[in-house]
């Protein structure tokens, strides 16, 4: 402890549940180490105003403003390091009600009042039933009540309550662990003190005991307390005859005395501890030694791990005192999935995003049932809610949420999503049940306009037992190899080739399936935005009128079909009569509606005869009856 220091730090710390809070001259930082083992980190500015700062240099005044804010902010604290660990729970019609009408944060109440119940359990044990043991055996009439030997017996009643306080909650799991971390506040702090390099195998060779620690400073008032409450009470008894009433009125006399001058007390000892603190000579040592033998009780070696949280928070505070524009950091704290989702919701419906993906976001990446997320006891741990909420950030800038989660359901295979191909719609799973009942034993399946391979490994899933060979085809290189990516993740049989349409497409196929782009070039631009901005442009533009690649299908399919061959395609609202009247080389053609009524599918059959003879005259497009495939087919986007 003799060893000259060389650095000086105005920085000081507190030990919170599973980490240490640090506090400098304009900021404080919180190092917590939360449930999967992460280091969090919160920082935030000390809003000192100047009249503040003024009363701050006051001797005597400073200590008691010091003392009362560290009480402040240490409640704070506690209460968001314990936020890391569970959720604060979902506000109550009173807190909603607090903060509309009064603009009163309920919580900031609950911890005003939390320190307020504290200062008052403090008070009890260690001024008011100290009072009362002393007076048990210093009675009126002795006339030794109010001397220094009374007060010397309070100061060591005192101590000795505060011991057994140490002593009884050093039983608690989680107290010997604050002690710890306290520990490592200390060597952390020494650490820097001592000139050395900030790493927890450096700080592991500091001692734990510190000049400027809160024991210390509790043992001071403990000691100054006994001389100011001696004079206090001399005066008043022997000059100011204050305490002439019965026993009750009289200790009520002497308690209100020793509030009254409890910030005189504080002031003082703070004073005597910033001035033990500036040096490190031997001679102070046997003052100091009583308040380092406390903190042998309030202080435990800290394992490494500890001792990067302090340095976390230490650096933190460091950082955010030499530079005023570095911005505040706040924890990710666990949430439960009912209050996550209620949240998200409301940030969603603020930007004009469909609550239910949020719902869609949360159970997904959560692993929790859409029917289940109101009910739910999970607790989402702080990796996830980050996690959810860089998804969440994606989504509210616009991103489509299919691209956002990466994959999406289709037809019951996991097809993964990004912006090399069109999110699969549900429409074309529709589309897809029309195939897979039109395929037939050993069918040769062209899938085109592929994308992201979808229609094709779907195909692949249930016609398989069918012994089909399926082809996919797209012009995009880029839908291509996402397709490819798909195959390979679903185990999928299926060829794939880079073709514009038909074009390099070789052979002849039973069944062609195609879902082609038909938006109209003008009406681009007022698609919505996620899919206007997101999705490939070449997948979505149809030409003038959309119809473009259905003319030449029109031209290129026939000569790609077998005998009896059927060509399947989607097509979009209000178009599938003009391409019914378009495959009119086609000797049967059909039109089939989805399940919101819109005529959404064509159909068209080439004839054996046809396929041998040439084109016959078309019978005309027919409108098939409206019927219900055996699968319902999802809402927007996959979604139920």
Request: proline share 4%; with cysteine; glycine share 8%.
């Amino acid at each position: 402890m003799g060893k000259k220091k060389e650095n000086r730090t105005y920085i000081g710390g507190q030990a919170v549940l599973e980490g240490v809070m640090m506090r400098g001259k304009t900021a404080y930082a919180t190092a917590v180490r939360d449930p999967e083992g992460h280091i969090q980190v919160e920082s935030r500015r000390l809003n000192t105003s100047k009249a503040m700062k003024r009363v701050q240099k006051i001797p005597l005044v400073r200590g008691v403003v010091s003392f009362v804010s560290s009480l402040v902010t240490g409640s704070k604290i506690l209460m968001r390091s314990a936020a890391v660990y569970g959720d604060e729970g979902e506000p109550s019609r009173l807190e909603k009600w607090c903060q509309e009408k009064l603009h009163l944060n309920i919580m900031s109440a609950v911890s005003f009042v939390a320190t307020l119940l504290g200062v008052v359990l403090a008070v009890g044990l260690f001024v008011a039933l100290p009072m009362f043991l002393s007076n048990l055996f210093f009675s009126e009439e002795s006339g030794l009540r109010y001397g220094i030997g009374y007060n010397l017996a309070q100061g060591g009643l005192r101590l000795l309550i505060f011991l057994l306080y140490i002593v009884a909650i050093t039983a608690m799991k989680d107290i010997r662990r604050v002690f710890m971390y306290h520990g490592a506040e200390h060597k952390t702090i020494t650490c820097f003190e001592r000139g050395m390099e900030l790493t927890p195998e450096n700080a592991k060779t500091c001692p734990r005991l510190h000049d400027r620690c809160g024991t210390t400073f509790l043992f001071l008032v403990m000691a100054i307390s006994i001389v100011v409450f001696s004079v206090v009470n001399w005066i008043c008894d022997a000059y100011l005859d204050i305490f002439v009433y019965n026993e009750v009125a009289n200790y009520f006399i002497q308690f209100a005395i020793k509030i009254l001058f409890l910030p005189l007390v504080a002031g003082i000892s703070y004073e005597i501890l910033k001035l033990l603190a500036k040096s490190q000579s031997k001679w102070l040592l046997p003052i100091k030694a009583p308040g380092f033998a406390l903190q042998l009780l309030t202080t435990r070696e800290p394992t490494e791990d500890m001792l990067e949280v302090a340095i976390a928070a230490f650096r933190k505070v460091a950082a955010m005192d030499a530079d005023p524009d570095l911005p505040e950091e706040s924890f990710v704290v666990s949430r439960t999935v009912p209050n996550y989702v209620r949240e998200l919701k409301e940030r969603f419906a603020e930007k004009g995003i469909d609550e239910s993906d949020a719902e869609w976001l949360v159970s997904i990446k959560a692993g929790v049932p859409r029917s289940e997320l109101a009910s739910s006891e999970k607790l989402l741990v702080p990796g996830t809610v980050r996690a959810l909420e860089e998804l969440a950030r994606e989504r509210m800038e616009g991103r489509p949420l299919w691209y956002v989660l990466g994959s999406t359901d289709f037809y019951g295979c996991e097809i993964k999503t990004d912006e090399r191909a069109l999110i699969p719609r549900p429409e074309t799973e529709l589309l897809t049940e029309l195939a897979v009942k039109a395929a037939k034993e050993g069918d040769k399946i062209l899938d085109l306009c592929t994308g992201s391979g979808c229609i094709a490994v779907a195909l692949a899933r249930y016609c398989a037992d069918r012994r089909v060979e399926i082809t996919a085809a797209d012009k995009s290189a880029d839908a291509l190899s996402l397709a490819a990516e798909n195959v390979a993740a679903n185990g999928a049989c299926v060829r794939l080739v880079e073709s514009d349409l038909l074009a390099s497409v070789e052979g002849e196929f039973d069944l062609i399936v195609c879902n082609p782009p038909y938006i109209k070039r003008a009406d681009l631009s007022g698609l919505q935005r996620e899919v206007r901005d997101y999705e490939p442009a070449a997948a979505l533009d149809g030409g003038e009128d959309g119809l473009d690649f259905y003319r030449r299908l029109t031209r290129e399919a026939p000569g790609k079909l077998k005998a009896g061959g059927m060509l399947l395609v989607e097509c979009g609202a209000g178009q599938a009569r003009q391409i019914a009247q378009m495959f009119c080389s086609f000797a049967r053609v059909s039109i089939i509606r989805d399940y919101a009524g819109i005529e959404r599918f064509v159909r068209a059959v080439v004839p054996a005869a046809e396929a041998e003879q040439g084109s016959a005259p078309s019978e005309g497009p027919e409108k098939q009856p409206d019927k219900q495939p055996d699968k319902q087919p999802a809402q927007e986007g996959g979604k139920e």
